[in-house]
């Protein structure tokens, strides 16, 4: 379909370990999200990209997160020397918007596990 | 405080019922509203927006209090199909991040 694709669907590493989390969004959605979210929470802000640029990267939580969008398509999520408390849904969104803020596509997610 | 509250649930109805939802939000100069719904294991999906007039979606309807920064969802005539956590969302002005509340579940039962 052409919806988000998140890759890939399930993660497990070990703690330490470097990961890289993909995501393909809808083609042509000028604005991507990742959000990470763990169980009974609601989904937590990351990191936006209008374009090729990171507009807003507030919410990383610290040096050992990153990520890039370089042709302003597919982004990649990297986290460094993995920690247990890494583990979560990591969501990522893309949505059409231009100035204003319109709706957003959702992928499936990656569920990402630290052991 | 958190920027959108929430009340977490569960909510569980019978089948039929009306039920409410509401959510508060800190940020006065948030601009954009949401209900989105998520479903057990897989993704947030958008329900409704959420204007300014309130709206109506056959069984929901959204309704905002700006002044009181309030939102709310009410379902009428409950499925079993309506059971799913409710995530109330607000933007802020400008390009921004869409910010989540932790959701409200909801159970219709038989």
């Known amino acids: 379909g052409a919806g988000v694709s998140q890759t890939p669907s399930n993660k497990v590493t070990e703690k330490g370990k470097y990961v890289e989390l993909r995501c393909d969004p809808i083609s042509g959605h000028t604005a991507l999200y990742w959000y990470r979210q763990s169980l009974g929470q609601g989904p937590e802000f990351l990191i936006y990209?209008?374009?090729?640029?990171?507009?807003?990267d507030s919410g990383l939580p610290n040096d050992r997160f990153f990520a890039v969008r370089p042709e302003g398509s597919v982004s990649t999520l990297k986290i460094q020397r993995t920690e247990r408390g890494d583990s979560a849904v990591y969501l990522c969104?893309?949505?059409?918007?231009?100035?204003?803020?319109?709706?957003?596509?959702f992928g499936q997610g990656t569920r990402l596990t630290v052991v | 405080r958190k920027e959108v509250e929430q009340d977490p649930g569960p909510f569980n109805v019978p089948e039929g019922a009306t039920v409410a939802f509401n959510c508060t939000y800190s940020?006065?100069?948030?601009?954009?509203f949401f209900w989105y719904r998520q479903d057990c294991r897989k993704e947030p999906k958008l329900l409704m927006s959420?204007?300014?007039s309130g709206n109506e979606d056959g069984r929901f309807t959204a309704q905002l209090n700006r002044a009181s920064q309030y939102i709310s969802l009410l379902i009428r005539d409950s499925k079993l199909s309506d059971s799913a956590t409710y995530l109330c969302?607000?933007?802020?002005?400008?390009?921004?991040?869409?910010?989540f509340g932790k959701g409200t579940r909801l159970s219709v039962i038989a």
């Open positions: 969104a893309s949505s059409p918007n231009r100035g204003r803020l319109t709706e957003a596509f």
């Open positions: 969302v607000v933007s802020r002005p400008g390009n921004t991040p869409l910010v």
């Open positions: 990209f209008q374009g090729t640029g990171a507009a807003d």
């Open positions: 940020n006065s100069a948030s601009q954009s």
């Open positions: 959420v204007y300014s």
